[in-house]
DNA sequence: CAGGTATCCTAC
DNA sequence: TAAGGTAGGATACCTG
């Protein structure tokens, strides 16, 4: 039965078919537009590598010995000519070598690599048919359904279809093997896939949590919830231990999910089942499958490799068919930034006003005993504790991101959540490459130091406070540098050659073929990015325009995924082992923006106005308003508010006059905020800004009010003085000041608002513990260390990467003596702080800032409020 | 106790 | 091995 539908890949694998003759099959877990999931074995594409003659470039006729040698060779099936391609070297003749499996590409690059110069031989299977069918994620695919189980559509089940032996034979026919455990299974040809619009897929999600004895490491209970397109089940799973595996296992094959989620399960969960299962399977491979089969692959003895979630070092985990996505990582990589990231912290500052999301209610540093005494309390925890990952994925629209992420770069959707940037950017620029004959080099790998390359330009800033200022910058900088001056790989003078039509940088003088000579790869892709991210935007509005909710929604998530991939060509062609980098490409784009920018500011500032800051991209300008003209906006009403209207009208028109002044062709410097003042201490990188266009906001960049290692009370201190600042109140900044560190040294202040919360790294070991010693020189001697180690010795969870949180309770000690905060986990009274330690701290942090207006650190230590100001 | 090193986090 | 970049501020610890 044929069947046709839109559909989305979520991953995909190959399998070698070793028949006569041999052949492989990819295979491509899918979603389909309507919901069902659905396995595409896909024929047709051979896997092959590209060669040329090393050396400068000779003419094909004279390969031909070397040429019959490969085709000798075991492994290769077919050579064909491939025309001229570009190289570092100048054009050269190549061949495409084709052979029997993937697993033997690399095989034959090492046998050849001496005579040849071996090209796109490091690409995975499955992308290589997504680059040579040029398909996206989004796919329209045609074929014949080998298998339709039960929660396929009535439609696709007939005789054949819904039979498991008749399917199972059909599939052997195509190269598959079993029944995999999706709702349908179909076979199609190359020519049978297309590429579709993006749309947003219902894919289903599996959360999950076990409860282990602290004991033991047994799995006492697990939760479950499958969410199928917005519409949730629960689960619970508890007896034995190998009961409550098979149960979660059976449920992941049955309900087929495409991603898999929790809260830390990178780190606990997985390595955790993959721990019980070696104790209760032992070396029998199908047992084991029964407990953690959880592959998108049948469950038999030939897949064993393919069953079991795996990972390299400490790396991410792979679930062939599946994505693993952890609700903690995605939290931890997001703009949430949360000062801490356990479950309950996260969940509380998601929804301050939903209280069952957060109570807390079992004390899980204690699960055995709590296990023994209150059963259904622990499992009703565990199942909280699966809904939440689901609702943080969902507001953070997680999966909404990555599938726009994919389909801007055309990948798997797996690609675009757990690949590098430098797939992505691989995905575009070898697509391009192979339609212009350009060859594909390997990546380089090995270790590669290099001296770096130098970065943005950061101006000086003067400590103290500037009235009207506005800020401009360049749109997407390194962007527009790279496509003006044509940057690529494959426009790069590579000799000493010059030519009046070069772009040449300007100091080290690196130079770049023009546009009319080559159009190079980059330039080419960053244009259309740009174009396409235009229509994205105008998109939207008219989808806001029309009331289209989804839409919008849609439209946004691909302009923003535009924008993130735009931005990650510059790091990945400035890093020193992508396969298209050149050290020369990286440094000279910087050494333009640097050039760009500076010459800007000399342009300002001989006019005679004042940059009061500039970073990379950005400039500060003082505005030519009227001295008097205040900073704070006035009540209507007040004599003086048109006098701050003015001041405000006059530092439009001249943030708009200088945006117009020094915009050009690809270099478009845009007018971003206007402020009534800006304040710094007069360090690079940290500063404020009451905004006052285009919205009245306070701006605050660098300073601990930012950093989620400060604490509550540094933070909220620290708003307050610059809110007071801002508004030329400096005196009752210090005044307020004083009264908090006053505070701190009189006990009166809540523990909680001291918490000090740092990432602390480690290995896992495979029996669960962590290893911190192999990632820092002298582990205990860092406070944030001892935190976790203290925290693991009490029995509460630590995964590495995690942000921990503590008390110094002495800092008199060498080094100090730091408790872990562990009031939000368990019931129990907070650590006694050191009040001379934080008193120091808000005294020196807040002193760097009063310092400005003459106050010290020593001035605010002291305690005694110095009423004798008025005497100046 | 000054200065150097290791480490984290941020701006762009 | 696998891998986007540099600039910059700040803190704790250790050494001499």
Known sequence: MQWEEEMCIVSGNNRAVDGKPPKTVVELWCRTRSGHSVTLLVDGLRPYLVVAESGSPRPASESAAGLDYLRGMDEVVEITSVGDKWTRLGEKPHWKIEVRQPYEIRRLRKRIQDAWVVTSADILFVQRLLLDCDLGPHILARGEVLWAGERAPLEAR?????????????????????????????SCTLDNLAKTEPFRTPFVTFSFDLETSIQSNRILCAAAVIDRGGERSEHTFRGEEGDIMEGLTSLVRLED????????????????MEERTDVLAGRSKMEAAALYGWGRVPMLQSENKRLFPTRQQNRVWRIPGRIPLDAWWQVHTSTLRPQRETLSYVSKLLWPEDEDKHKLDIDASQMDREWAERPDEVLEYCVRDTVLPLDILGRLQSVARKEALA??????????????????????VIRLADRSNVAVPTTNSGPRRRDQIAGGYVHEVDAGISPWVVVLDFKSMYPSIMIANNICPTTLVRDDSTDDSYNVSPTTHTSYRSKDERIGLVPHLLEQLMQSRDKHKAALTAARDAGDEAEAFLQDQMQYAVKILMNSFYGVFASSFYRFTHPDIGASITEWARHNIRDIIAQVESDGHKVVYSDTDSIFVRAPVNKQAPINRPDEGEESFVDWEEAKRETLQFGERLAERFTREGAELEFETALSAFFSHGAKKRYVGRVVWPREEMLIRGYE?????SFALLTSTMTEMFEMILSGEEWAAVEMTKAVIDDVKGRKVDAADLVISRSCKGTLRRNGTVDFSKIYDNPDGLPYVRAAKERIRRGLPFTPGMKVGYIVINAKSSPMTVEPWLVDEIDEDPPKYDPDYYARRLAKSLGRITEAFGWSEAELLSGSRQQSIFDF
Not at 158 to 186: C, F, H, L
Not at 258 to 270: A, C, K, S, V
Not at 705 to 709: E, G, M
Request: charged letters at 20%; hydrophobic letters at 35%.
């Open 407 to 428: 389909s801007v770069s055309m990948t798997t959707v797996e690609t675009a959540s757990a690949g590098t940037t430098s797939q992505w950017i691989d995905s575009l």
């Open 257 to 272: 999910p495409d991603i898999i989620t929790g809260y830390n399960i990178d780190n606990f969960d997985l390595p955790r």
């Open 158 to 186: 007939d005789e054949q279809t819904s039979d498991r032996a008749i399917a199972a034979g059909r599939i052997a026919d195509v190269g598959g093997v079993g029944i995999y455990p999706t709702d349908m299974v179909v």
């Open 705 to 709: 009010v930012r950093r989620t290692d």
